[in-house]
């Protein structure tokens, strides 16, 4: 009890309101732009809150991460291109909704289901975490925590990349990089070439913006070609009717179930989830043919679905120390260099820090569903800010960031660096979340296994090594082995969905939103094209001749 009253009572410090307000508008700007993700911004503001006291620091990083999965959606409905990976989902319904001229209503029911999913998923967080990190505290030694680690990696390899081959070598790229530095158990230098600098390993607030950060400005500023698409001018009403509201019903139902399960599957972000959930829905929706056609079903599916795997993604994190996402490993370095170590210790060794991550989240999460239903075409105008200003801020605070986390120009080298590296592996194809992962975890994870290996002599192998341990790296094998079977006999899909969608649906949607991108804008009656041209509509042009 007293665990409670404390985690409560850091949250009553203003300091912590305020930056939970920070937090607020800079996630909802990582989600209205395209192409930033929430893993950049989180990487980026992580770097500023290293001085910070924790509950302060994890104020602003949460609520980064809560209110990027609804300001996501605004750019996914009104110009059909996903503000975050986790709404790609988001853009089957809420586009061709927006064409119809109701971008508001899908906008707040977007709203509005996101926050029930983040919700279900924080009292999902809440009931399972401790009995988790008690499971883990009591059974989960060495080897356990090796094999744990190990299918961490493995399941984010198997997930992250269309090539297993790709998503093997990035693995093994960020286990190698976790090798660099001081080997604790003998403190003997590894690959340090005689640099000062590597003598601690590399900076991983620097690797991360260099990954997430850097690679994907440079990427940008290479690929960008200038467009004058814009959203669409007409959002109509805003507030669903109950007939409409109760639509959502079973959608909600069965894509948040969806969304819980995905969320406790290591490195299974909201991408997946969404996807997933809006296909169950689909299958079980009596009106499945409006699916893809602007169904306040599918955009409630997709966005509970993506919503609810923030509160498993929580409880592998907090309860185990594997990340749940790319994020959620961000978040685990950030707490690292706060001498907090997430796993089944913490809950033993810090229980009001639980209670404050917990309540964080809540409140975030209803502060980002206020926003989002008074924004009306506040947040519309954000899409129209040119993108060299954009590219011109984030560079900037990338710098300033990384070099606040040690005060020195290396850590600013070592994050350029990355960056390049990064932007070599976004162009091959190379996914960075194993990576990152294999950085963060490696050490850990070669810990555990020399302490396994120093104990296996003088005792039997089954003594030591239990069944949950087996269970664990044969799961870890078969992540890797199974996705590669499956493709080599149903062949390789589109980019869209990566399997998770069957190709007969893929052809229907696409086809139905090319059928969409064909129809005028309800209000201006102007055409958009993808080609940056605005083409005046044959309904334009026979008004202009009558007149």
């Not at 003997?188 to 000062?196: E, P």
């Not at 502060?367 to 040119?386: C, E, I, Q, W």
């Not at 963060?440 to 396994?452: F, I, K, Q, Y």
């Amino acid at each position: 009890m007293n665990a409670l009253f404390d985690g409560v009572g850091a949250l009553l410090d203003v300091s912590v309101l305020l930056y939970m307000l920070i937090g607020l508008a800079l996630g909802f700007l990582v989600g209205a732009f395209p192409g930033i993700t929430a893993t950049m911004a989180v990487a980026l503001a992580a770097g500023f809150t290293m001085t910070l006291e924790p509950v302060q620091g994890l104020a602003v990083l949460l609520t980064i991460y809560v209110a990027a999965n609804f300001g996501d959606r605004v750019p996914a409905i009104l110009v059909n291109t996903p503000g975050t990976p986790a709404s790609i989902a988001t853009t089957l319904d809420g586009y061709p909704m927006a064409k119809q001229g109701r971008a508001g209503l899908a906008l707040t029911i977007s709203a509005i289901v996101s926050a029930i999913g983040i919700l279900a998923s924080l009292v999902l967080f809440a009931v399972a975490a401790v009995p988790v990190a008690s499971f883990a505290r009591d059974y989960f030694k060495s080897p356990e925590l090796f094999a744990l680690v190990v299918f961490g990696i493995a399941i984010m390899i198997g997930i992250s990349s269309k090539s297993m081959l790709k998503g093997i070598l990035a693995g093994l790229l960020g286990l190698m990089l976790g090798t660099v530095g001081t080997y604790a158990a003998t403190a003997d230098q590894r690959f340090t070439f005689g640099v000062l600098e590597l003598v601690e390993g590399f900076n991983f607030i620097a690797v991360i913006i260099g990954l997430f950060g850097i690679a994907e400005l440079f990427d940008q500023l290479l690929t960008h070609a200038p467009s004058k698409v814009r959203p669409i001018s007409s959002l109509g009403r805003w507030w669903p009717n109950r007939a409409e509201m109760r639509q959502t019903r079973r959608a909600l139902a069965v894509s948040g179930g969806v969304g819980l399960g995905v969320g406790l599957v290591p490195a299974a972000g909201g991408d997946i989830a969404g996807l997933i959930g809006w296909e169950r829905a689909r299958k079980v929706s009596k009106n499945p043919d409006q699916f893809g056609k602007g169904s306040i079903e599918g955009i409630t599916a997709s966005d509970t679905a993506s919503s609810a795997t923030l509160g498993g993604s929580l409880t592998t994190t907090m309860a185990l120390g594997i990340p749940g996402d790319s994020v959620m490993a961000v978040m685990i370095g950030s707490m690292i260099i706060w001498g907090i170590t997430p796993g089944p210790t913490l809950f033993s060794q810090r229980p009001d820090l639980v209670v404050s991550i917990t309540g964080i989240m809540l409140i975030a999460t209803v502060f980002a569903l206020a926003l989002s239903l008074v924004r009306m075409r506040g947040m519309v105008k954000l899409l129209d800010v040119p993108r060299p200003y954009l590219w011109s801020g984030i560079l900037v605070f990338c710098i300033i960031g990384t070099y606040a986390t040690s005060n020195s120009l290396s850590t600013v080298i070592t994050m350029l660096v990355f960056g390049v590296i990064g932007l070599l592996l976004k162009r091959l194809s190379v996914p960075a979340g194993p990576v990152v992962l294999g950085l963060l975890l490696g050490p850990l994870a070669e810990e555990n296994l020399s302490r396994t290996l120093a104990i296996l002599p003088t005792r039997p192998f089954f003594e030591v090594v239990s069944p949950i341990a087996i269970a664990l790296l044969i799961l870890a094998v078969l992540s890797i082995v199974v996705p590669v079977i499956r493709k080599a006999r149903t062949g390789t899909k589109g980019s869209f969905a990566d399997s998770i969608l069957d190709d007969a649906t893929v052809a229907d949607i696409e086809e139905k939103h090319r059928v969409f991108d064909a129809m005028p804008d309800p209000k201006t009656g102007i055409v958009r094209t993808y080609e940056g041209d605005e083409v005046p509509s044959p309904r334009r042009t026979n008004k202009e001749k009558k007149k």
